[in-house]
């Protein structure tokens, strides 16, 4: 049997398969649209537990490609780093720090720089159960004992209600169990909530 080439999908293709799965479609049902086995949908949707990933956008603080191809074209002219942070309305520090981590004054180049802050923003951020252990600890017993996410969450807020550091949205809970990623909620607990799925389905999916 001649093995079909590997599709790489588009990120429209992707925000496609999102839609289609919010909307209750099934795994075979997205995969038709692409002429591919459902395996290779469940691959997309699988790594983030059949939660849609917020989309990508850069801080209004962060340096842009506009401003780093500044920084290298007065690097290349011999410019001071004060005298760049005053054509970019910046401070030194802040120039200083990103012709550092990019190559130096020799080796500094504006779009390999604006690619690699774009590659680091994409490292997991730590959510707010693997920072409190012990907020993770008293979830996964509630869950042991068969609660729902939404009971945990109004019952923390019940019995801690001048304590926000043990609050958290019964949406947090969900997207830690099913994102494994965040490190912070076994697996296993899944099989405790009432539809023990290994990915989130929509309210719409019958």
Request: with cysteine; charged share 25%; glycine share 6%.
């Amino acid at each position: 049997m001649k093995q079909r080439p590997r599709i790489y999908y588009t990120e429209s293709q992707k925000a496609l398969m999102w839609e289609r799965w919010r909307q209750g479609e099934s795994l075979h049902q997205i995969a038709a649209l692409f002429d591919r086995a459902h395996t290779s949908v469940r691959g997309i949707l699988a790594e983030t537990g059949g939660i849609r990933p917020a989309g990508r956008r850069r801080s209004p603080l962060a340096l842009t490609l506009v401003e780093r191809e500044e920084i290298s074209r007065a690097v290349v002219a011999g410019h001071s780093i004060r005298s760049i942070a005053v054509l970019l309305e910046r401070s030194p520090s802040t120039v200083s720090r990103e012709i550092k981590r990019n190559g130096g004054h020799g080796r500094y180049r504006a779009t390999q720089a604006d690619q690699a802050a774009w590659d680091r923003a994409r490292r997991p951020k730590s959510c707010k159960l693997a920072q409190n252990r012990s907020l993770a600890h008293i979830v996964a017993g509630r869950l042991q004992l068969q609660w729902s996410p939404e009971q945990i969450a109004g019952w923390l807020k019940h019995t801690y209600p001048c304590d926000e550091n043990y609050h958290v949205s019964h949406e947090t809970i969900y997207r830690t169990l099913f994102i494994q990623a965040r490190g912070a909620l076994n697996k296993e607990l899944l099989q405790h909530l009432r539809r023990t799925r290994g990915m989130r389905r929509s309210r719409h999916h019958t």
